[in-house]
């Protein structure tokens, strides 16, 4: 894949251990299934469909996969699309903006401008 950045979802307490730690070494499910799951920007909104449902202040980080290397793999997933993983922990350096989620009174989830 040509893609230069993806992004990650925390919630708030686990963006609040990766700034403590400096490097993030994935959430439960990340640690299950062996690797850390990022979104290309088209995907973000259907990740949080899925697996973020109903949940607030969450935090979506911007991540430069050319700071990575070789740790990054495109593998299929959900309806065979193409996902990034990050096999090691992820390192505060390769993250290069971040920006809130909140829930509108839909609740649905409301991406930043410009999205």
């Not at 109903?54 to 699309?81: H, T």
């Not at 649905?108 to 410009?114: K, M, N, S, T, W």
Request: negative net charge.
């Amino acid at each position: 894949m040509s893609e230069l950045f993806a992004f990650k979802i925390l919630t708030r307490v686990q963006w609040e251990q990766f700034r403590a730690d400096g490097a993030f070494a994935g959430a439960p499910v990340d640690v299950a299934d062996g690797y850390i799951h990022l979104s290309a920007r088209d995907q973000v909104a259907g990740t949080l469909a899925k697996h973020f449902a109903g949940q607030d202040d969450l935090i979506l980080a911007m991540v430069d996969l050319s700071a990575l290397g070789a740790s990054v793999k495109w593998e299929e997933s959900r309806g065979g699309a193409l996902f990034p993983h990050v096999y090691g922990d992820l390192p505060m350096a390769a993250v290069t903006t971040k920006a809130k989620i909140r829930l509108g009174e839909d609740g649905a989830h409301i991406l930043p401008a410009g999205f």
